[in-house]
């Protein structure tokens, strides 16, 4: 379809009411009376108030999940039930597509192509999802002492999820979708920045009659209802993504009534290109690692690791194709790069800007927002790439979350490997070389949880998400997402019933 805006605004009647939570199966405005307005990053303009939550309702939408769950049976509904209304809420999702889509532009910037991609991850989140529900088999023993041992699977029980605003629908999705088929009770937390979509998901999940209190939508600041949350003794365990420094202090808080904690945080990964690289291949990738999402992507590749013998070839064309990326709104068609997520974030990114140049590093192109015509109002950067850069500057170490690249050279395959595993982070990395033997070496010694070797940036719904180092704790996705919702319960039966004659009086 052509796209204009004139198509996207009649899904916004977010305009005209104040949007809601939804707790324990009820619509409900926060007891606060204060409202949150949501912006669209393109513009900055209002496109939706949002009522704005406090402790009340974060424990309030606890209680409703530990009721559904430890009082009205949801951990005992038979799995073909829980994965008949999650089956329901794919295809509820896969009829709204394009609605949702337009929705996500709106509120969180990304490119209209990115959102449908996202929503229709969504819907296979919830598919698949369903499917696992029937799966947790446990497992018998046979043991000595006249005892038939046996291990069953048990949902962990009221399950906190607090997602990004990076990918506000998907994250939500594949959260809510695991921990309802592993049998849990869920209170979610949005960004404050991006609800729109999962306040839109909860609609369908109301319409297709998940029982009071099993999903609940709480609206509010990480620092006042995600905190609320994390220390609530009775929320089970919290599933997190977000920021390295929010989930250290998610830990922490977490450690008073040891929650199980599922942590997804930030990245500063490395892209690595050899010189035996397919050359128009390594220079595609090594944009899209880094400027998809406006570099607002966890796992994006913002450091370039380049083979020295091939650094004359590659950065001129690498940047002159950085220059011709198409920056606009994500609604319009041909736009290859949307804005940032808000006005603070992009100081943020600018800051990061300033302090590489400051640090002595070579500013090749960007660096600057975009004051032009219409995008002026919007969070517009330019693609961003520095080089002459050292492993311990700043640009280097911490993740700016923007569409800032920093080029570090090296010249051997040790070299390379030190360089890339030289941050605190560990979530993705790429190797670009057409020596299979060299890929796999360099795979081995790479310390991240998401490698391509040839590629950058595609993964599936069935594989693990996880980072090593700081980059996070236990996994989302796949069946090991799933398994993180489950707990091991011992069965040790007695195969006679006779005292056990330790005791002899
Ligand atoms: P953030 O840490 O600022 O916020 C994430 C969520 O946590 C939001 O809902 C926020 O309201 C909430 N929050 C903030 N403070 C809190 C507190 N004290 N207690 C409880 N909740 C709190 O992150 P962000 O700016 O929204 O997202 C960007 C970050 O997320 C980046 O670092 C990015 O790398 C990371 N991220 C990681 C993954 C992954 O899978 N590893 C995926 C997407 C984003």
Redesign the pocket.
Known sequence: MTLTIEKFEPVLREKTTVQRMYINGKWVTSVSNKTREILNPANNEVIAVVTEGVEEEANAAVKAAKDAFYKNGWKTVYARIRADLLLKVASKLAERKEEFAMLETLNNGKVYEDSLADVEDAIHQFQYYAGLATKPHGQTYEVPDEIRAMVVREPIGVVAQ??????PLV?AAQKMSAALAAGCTVVI?????TPLTLIRLFEILDEVGFPEGVVNLVLG???VI??R??NHPDVDKIS????????K??MK?AADTIKKVGL????KSPNIVFADADFETAVDYALLAIFAGQG????AGSRLLLEKSIYDKFVPKLVARAKKIKIGPGWQDGTEMGPLISQA?MKSVLDYVKIGVEEGAELLCGGNRITDGELAKGNFVEPTIFTNTKPDMRIVQE?I?GPVLVIQVFETEEEALELANGTDFG?AAAVFTNDGAKAQRVIRGLQAGITWINAYHPTFNEAP?S?YKQ??IGA?LGTYGFEEYLLTKQVNIALHVQPSGWYKG
Request: glycine letters at 20%; charged letters at 15%; hydrophobic letters at 30%.
């Open positions: 607090i997602v990004p605003w990076n990918y994250m937390k949005p960004a404050s920045q600041s990480g620092s995600g905190d949350l994390v997190f993504t977000g920021g390295t420094s929010t989930g202090q998610i808080d997804e945080l930030g990245g607002q992507v966890c796992s974030h993740e979350f979530l998400w980072g980059s996070g989302d």
